[in-house]
């Protein structure tokens, strides 16, 4: 029964666990400039609040970027849960939050490549793992941060960040992995051979 269960299970390697580490790593510092950004660019936005959520998917790209890449179970939750840690230490005006937010924007894209019994990788995949994980700040951050706002900029918001979060989490992590692939970065891992 032992010898079943051990077949039916993936094995990982090393490099399985490692990876996905350092591209959290990696994009964790991304965040801390896009922290930045979100910051400096609000005012931008001044005219209608809410569109400021067209530039939120860059938070939600690491899990589905580290499913995409290593293609087992879990990979999506590590990769999101390191980057928001180390834009956590790094330095965020979210704080704390945001580590139990990496967790969760990992584990929504990856509950998606599940459904998928981790066998499809494609746009169509990658878009929807990356919509997604936008449905968790559309609703969090409309309770925890505007919840004075009307109804309308609420649902403008959470529309947005789904959209963002499916063009730059979904759609981005599926061109980045490809460039990865023609890099010759990936030669680890079966994402290399597209």
Do not use: C, H
């Amino acid at each position: 029964m032992l010898a079943r269960l051990r077949g039916a299970l993936p094995r990982y390697r090393t490099v399985d666990i490692v990876v996905p580490a350092v591209l959290g790593v990696a994009i964790g510092v991304v965040f801390w400039a896009w922290n930045l950004l979100w910051q400096i660019s609000a005012p931008l936005f001044a005219f209608f609040p809410p569109a400021q959520a067209a530039i939120y998917g860059m938070w939600l790209l690491p899990g589905v970027l580290g499913a995409l890449v290593v293609r087992k179970p879990g990979a999506a939750v590590l990769t999101s849960t390191a980057a928001a840690f180390v834009s956590m230490v790094l330095g965020t005006p979210w704080g704390v939050e945001v580590a139990l937010a990496g967790f969760v924007q990992g584990l929504l894209p990856e509950l998606v490549f599940a459904a998928a019994r981790y066998r499809r990788w494609g746009m169509a995949i990658s878009v929807l793992a990356g919509a997604a994980a936008g449905v968790a700040p559309a609703v969090w951050d409309n309770v925890r941060y505007y919840p004075t706002w009307p109804l309308s900029f609420q649902l403008t918001y959470g529309v947005l960040v789904v959209i963002s979060a499916a063009v730059i989490g979904g759609a981005g992590a599926r061109l980045l992995t490809s460039a990865l692939a023609r890099a010759g970065a990936l030669s680890a891992f079966p994402s290399a051979r597209g």
